[in-house]
């Protein structure tokens, strides 16, 4: 799993993770699938927020594209430096998703990202208070107990961001009404350079995760 990971991260690492190429236009690359779930990964590259620029958040897009080809699920992720599509009010990036799930009947969301986390979480559930689930709870339920059986420690943090209404996972459940779910994985556990048995067991568990959603 390590080289196809690290193959698959290769485009986002280009020019120090500014991305694929530094004249393209395009602002976001698109899989498709026909398992009716959309992978994201708005963070694979350097992100500009404000006068800001923010770290790529590694490994994110890999993970995304080696799980849309496991599950035959649909995925779109950024693949060179533009605006950060989970602050800004208006993005392409964000519409592309919005368009994505109109267009192919998407029924569910996983939006993937990374943080450092100061405890030992593996990963955490973002859903604003549950909100953002459109009144699918037991999909969280789900999460944890696989948790369980794949030795992956969940955390759910609901406080929503202070502009939650420009995150992805808000305008998706919103405008598309179906449950969408930010998933936080802990930087440590994307090191896949010296270790790739912790982010395997999270690529299994995501893998049963969506197999499950797609046969309920």
């Not at 395009?26 to 994201?40: A, I, M, Q, T, W």
């Not at 709870?137 to 059986?149: M, N, Q, S, Y």
Request: charged share 30%; with cysteine; net charge negative.
């Amino acid at each position: 799993m390590k080289e196809e990971m690290l193959s698959l991260e290769a485009d986002f690492a280009n020019n120090e993770y500014f991305g694929t190429n530094v004249w393209t236009d395009e602002k976001y690359r698109v899989l498709s699938g026909n398992v009716p779930v959309l992978l994201s990964a708005p963070h694979t590259v350097n992100q500009i927020r404000g006068d800001d620029v923010r770290d790529a958040e590694k490994f994110t897009g890999a993970l995304v594209r080696y799980l849309s080809s496991a599950t035959n699920s649909y995925a779109i992720f950024q693949i060179f430096t533009h605006s950060d599509p989970n602050t800004d009010k208006e993005n392409d990036y964000k519409n592309g998703i919005i368009n994505i799930i109109n267009g192919f009947n998407i029924k569910l969301l996983l939006d993937i990202h990374s943080s450092t986390f100061k405890d030992d979480t593996d990963i955490d559930i973002v859903t604003n208070n549950r909100e953002s689930l459109r009144g699918m709870d037991t999909l969280v339920d789900k999460l944890k107990e696989l948790g369980i059986k794949y030795d992956v420690k969940f955390d759910e943090m609901n406080e929503p961001n202070k502009q939650k209404e420009n995150e992805i996972i808000y305008a998706s459940s919103l405008l598309c009404n179906i449950p969408s779910i930010r998933l936080v994985i802990n930087n440590k556990r994307l090191n896949i350079e010296e270790d790739d048995s912790s982010i395997k067991k999270i690529e299994e568990l995501l893998e049963e995760f969506i197999s499950y959603f797609n046969y309920s």
